[in-house]
């Protein structure tokens, strides 16, 4: 009999203690400012066929989270008007708090549309809790998802736990990519200089 499959026991609940996070993340910094490189490398992960992801098929329609803290919210709100200004269409935003009681709500609601991708801009504490609550109890794929640079650290894929993340992508500041593959972030090299 297993946990999983709702006879007898529950199965236990992916989140982190408090101490966890702190052990883990004690001196990520917070989501800085993102920059005009960042995004457009964001829009070019989701909209470049040939590009740096896996997902080769056309993307449309995308939710994007975000945490609560200020960077965040305005790297998302920038991303979801620069989506909308393409003519590409943003079924849902979805926020949440950096910690919370119950993160089954939220995933629920970033879920729930089914998208052809997931955007986040989050601070790394609430993306790790977010992100295991995803893949306990839900079918959202980190492959389909594209972060902004505070997500892309060794350290967050290390707490979300294996292979929470793996496929995930996104940007760095300065306009490159990173992708996370068994737990840690490769980043893109810089091309040739122009």
């Given at each position: 009999?297993?946990?999983?499959?709702?006879?007898?026991?529950?199965?236990?609940?992916?989140?982190?203690?408090?101490?966890?996070?702190?052990?883990?993340?004690?001196?990520?910094?917070?989501?800085?400012?993102h920059t005009d490189a960042e995004l457009a490398a964001v829009l070019g992960l989701l909209t470049d066929p040939t590009g740096a992801g896996r997902r080769r098929s056309r993307i449309e329609a995308v939710v994007v989270g975000h945490s609560r803290d200020a960077a965040s919210a305005a790297a998302a709100r920038a991303?979801?008007?620069?989506?909308?200004a393409a003519g590409r269409p943003v079924w849902a935003t979805v926020d949440w708090p950096e910690e919370a009681a119950s993160w089954l709500?939220?995933?629920?609601?970033?879920?729930?549309p089914e998208p052809d991708a997931w955007v986040i801009a989050a601070a790394a504490p609430g993306w790790a809790q977010m992100s295991?609550?995803?893949?306990h109890s839900t079918g959202w794929d980190p492959a389909r998802t594209v972060?902004?640079?505070?997500?892309?650290?060794?350290?967050?894929?290390?707490?979300?736990?294996?292979?929470?993340?793996?496929?995930?992508?996104?940007?760095?500041?300065?306009?490159h990519t990173w992708v996370i593959d068994r737990g840690w972030v490769t980043r893109?090299?810089?091309g040739p200089p122009a």
């Open positions: 009999m297993s946990a999983r499959s709702g006879e007898g026991r529950r199965a236990a609940s992916p989140l982190l203690s408090a101490a966890e996070v702190t052990a883990q993340l004690g001196d990520v910094p917070p989501p800085a400012g991303f979801a008007g620069a989506w909308r709500r939220f995933a629920g609601r970033l879920t729930a295991r609550r995803l893949r972060g902004f640079a505070a997500l892309g650290d060794s350290r967050l894929a290390a707490l979300a736990g294996p292979g929470t993340l793996d496929g995930m992508r996104g940007a760095t500041a300065d306009g893109s090299l810089p």
